[in-house]
Nanobody, 121 residues
Framework: QVQLVESGGGLVQAGGSLRLSCAAS????????MGWFRQAPGKEREFVAA?????YYADSVKGRFTISRDNAKNTMYLQMNSLKPEDTAVYYC?????????????????WGQGTQVTVSS
């Protein structure tokens, strides 16, 4: 059974940093595109970053967030710096992009349960 488990969320002040992790089990995703999405209260889930042959970022996080992966640990990371209150959301990791562009959530086959990130002003 494939599982993705996010960790590292929490409460942080504006300007602070957090590092999210997404640990995969049940299969490896080496060579497959993985991504981070987020959903704020009352809003649609939105693309944050993806990693495959290259890395991709939403304009809103470019220059502040860094996506990476450790294939040996089957884990993906999201380093979030210079956090803003508008970054507050539940962050989800997604794996194995099978169809569509990397920024569309419908293309990913596996999802984690999410981790809450709250940025206070």
């Amino acid at each position: 059974q494939v599982q993705l488990v996010e960790s590292g969320g929490g409460l942080v002040q504006a300007g602070g940093s957090l590092r999210l992790s997404c640990a995969a089990s049940g299969r490896t995703f080496t060579g497959r595109t993985m991504g981070w999405f987020r959903q704020a209260p009352g809003k649609e889930r939105e693309f944050v970053a993806a990693i495959g042959g290259s890395t991709y970022y939403a304009d809103s996080v470019k220059g502040r967030f860094t996506i990476s992966r450790d294939n040996a640990k089957n884990t993906m990371y999201l380093q979030m710096n210079s956090l803003k209150p508008e970054d507050t959301a539940v962050y989800y990791c997604a794996a194995d992009l099978r169809r569509g562009p990397y920024y569309s959530d419908y293309g990913y086959d596996y999802w984690g349960q999410g981790t809450q990130v709250t940025v206070s002003s």
